[in-house]
């Protein structure tokens, strides 16, 4: 079975290491022009450069995005852009603007371009268009059944990503205009507010509400699909993508870590948990999920109709770092906890590992009553070792 490539969202550097250190074989991330999710933070081009020394230390590869509808004067320094990625070592670009396209192939020689889901491409042929234009990957449309993408496998030798979890559009990927009419942000210039996500009440033509009390939604559950994975590595796709730039870290650590265990379990021929791999996920996950399109249409159950969705643990803090000798422990907290409750552990290295808080310390050995700063540093005394970069959840009595 050829390897098949996991390939994470970063918003910036310090997810990009996250990602890296939790089983992303590719990061993808955006810089500061000409990438879709102008809200996400974004990386500078020192951040680019730090990104990809530190992928390429781990064998990892770094992708940026450059995926927005561009208008004119987004041409505005493009050529030193490409050159200066192609220099900082980026391994590919992933856009959808044709000029784009021609250019980078123009000037760059290394650096491979791979077409964002963003041109929704859901057919051979046009993957063979592409693959004849000199382009080394498609993201496929997210409208695809694992039937067609199967069927294209067969007929085109263009490197092929498909997305298998985060985030879903209620359009046809991103062509949508919902978001400008609402507030004057462009989804296909970064700006997407998500506005199919906000509930709505329908009135008719009397301004006579319809449904009395209740909230309409339009946006689609998010995509997981676990079950799709094993499928995929079958049909010989190089690339399983996660979508989700602008979510936590605490996230992007929970559904890597999944996904890696899921896709090293399958490729060494092992029986997959699927039960406790959705457990998993439910501890980061804040919105309901479905399949999408991937084992058959999409209908009432892949919608959200003004339901809400929590995940079932609650992050508290990151390993910042661990002393052998004391076995103190330095961690940043971002969530209340407090002695006596139950914290969860786990990390790139570190099954899940639960203990009973007994005491915190401030970073002066002050003994405090509970962790309730966002961002404190803060000291336990853990009986056993951890890394930095290790997650700690709260588990509920
Ligand atoms: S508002 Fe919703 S449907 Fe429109 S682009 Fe954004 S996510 Fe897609």
């Not at 081009?45 to 940026?64: L, Q, S, T, W």
């Not at 979510?247 to 699927?274: F, M, P, Q, W």
């Amino acid at each position: 079975m050829k390897k098949i490539e996991l390939l994470a969202p970063a918003g910036n550097l310090e997810k990009c290491k996250i990602a890296i250190l939790y089983g992303a074989d590719a990061v993808y991330i955006g810089g500061k022009n000409f990438s879709l999710r102008a809200r996400a933070s974004n990386f500078s081009y020192e951040d680019i450069k730090e990104a990809c020394r530190f992928a390429h230390d781990h064998g990892a590869k770094i992708y940026v995005t450059m995926n927005i509808v561009p208008h004119h004067e987004d041409f505005v320094q493009l050529e030193p852009y490409l050159l200066f990625l192609e220099e900082a070592g980026v391994n590919a670009i992933i856009c959808s603007s044709v000029y784009l396209i021609d250019l980078a192939k123009k000037i760059t020689h290394r650096m491979e371009v791979h077409l964002s889901t963003q041109l929704s491409i859901a057919n051979s042929e046009a993957c063979n268009s592409f693959y004849n234009k000199g382009i080394e990957r498609i993201v496929l449309a997210r409208e695809l059944s694992l039937d067609q993408i199967s069927q294209i496998r067969k007929r085109t030798a263009v490197g092929l990503e498909v997305f298998i979890h985060g985030g879903m559009c209620s359009s046809l990927s991103g062509r949508c205009v919902l978001s400008n009419h609402m507030v004057n942000r462009d989804a296909n210039r970064g700006g997407c507010a998500h506005s199919c996500r906000w509930n709505y009440r329908l009135k008719d033509e009397q301004d006579k509400e319809v449904l009395p009390g209740r909230m309409l939604n339009m946006g689609s559950k998010d995509l997981m699909a676990l079950h799709a994975v094993p499928v995929l590595m079958d049909i010989g796709i190089d690339s399983l993508k996660i979508e989700g730039r602008m979510k936590s870290d605490y996230y992007l650590a929970t559904v890597i870590k999944c996904y890696r265990e899921l896709i090293d379990t399958y490729a060494a021929g092992k029986e997959i948990n699927y039960q406790r791999l959705e457990e998993e996920i439910a501890k980061a996950e804040n919105r309901e999920t479905a399949t999408g399109f991937l084992f058959h249409e999409v209908g009432i159950e892949e919608q959200v109709y003004g339901s809400d969705s929590h995940p079932t643990k609650e992050f508290v803090g990151m390993v910042l770092d661990y002393d052998e000798q004391t076995k103190l422990t330095r961690i940043e907290q971002r969530n209340y906890f407090k002695p006596g409750d139950k914290l969860e552990f786990f990390g790139p290295q570190l099954p899940n590992t639960q203990w009973i808080v007994d005491c915190i310390w401030d970073e002066e050995r002050n003994i405090l009553d509970a962790a309730r700063h966002p961002k404190q540093k803060i000291l336990l005394k853990l009986p056993f070792r951890v890394q930095p970069k290790d997650m700690i959840r709260l588990v509920l009595k």
